[in-house]
Nanobody, 114 residues
Framework: QVQFVESGGGLVQPGGSLRLSCTIS????????WAWYRQIPGEERKLVAW???????DYSDSVYGRFTISRNNRERTLYLQMNDLKPEDTAVYYC????????WGQGTQVTVSS
C-alpha cells in the first residue's frame, strides 16, 4: 500500500520561506519521477514541481526561480524548498508520482499572509 506523509506547512509572511517534506512508503522510490502539487479550495489540483529519477527538475511558471524540488532516495523523501513566498502560493500541497498513480495523502497547508 502506498502512503504519502506530507509535512512542513504553516503560516508565513510574504517573502518568507518554508521547506516541505514528503515521506513515501510502498513502491520503489528511486526509479520513479515524483512531483509536488497544490490545490486551492474550489480549484483543481495543479502540478507545481517535478523531479526525474536522475534528479532533473522542472517547475510551473508560477513558482520558477522561487521553489526547489529535491529527493533523498535512501530516505524515500521528497522535498520542496519554497522561497519568496507570495499570498497566491497559499494552498494545500501534496506529493505524488508524475503522472499521478496513487491516492493522495492528507497534504500540508501553506498559508502566506501578513
Amino acid at each position: 500500500q502506498v502512503q504519502f506523509v506530507e509535512s512542513g506547512g504553516g503560516l508565513v509572511q510574504p517573502g518568507g520561506s518554508l521547506r516541505l517534506s514528503c515521506t513515501i512508503s510502498g513502491p520503489a522510490f528511486s526509479p520513479l519521477m515524483w512531483a509536488w502539487y497544490r490545490q486551492i479550495p474550489g480549484e483543481e489540483r495543479k502540478l507545481v514541481a517535478w523531479i526525474t529519477a536522475g534528479s532533473s527538475t522542472d517547475y510551473s511558471d508560477s513558482v520558477y526561480g522561487r521553489f526547489t524540488i529535491s529527493r533523498n532516495n535512501r530516505e524515500r523523501t521528497l522535498y520542496l524548498q519554497m522561497n519568496d513566498l507570495k499570498p497566491e502560493d497559499t494552498a494545500v500541497y501534496y506529493c505524488n508520482r508524475r503522472p499521478v498513480t496513487w491516492a493522495w495523502g492528507q497534504g500540508t497547508q501553506v498559508t502566506v499572509s501578513s
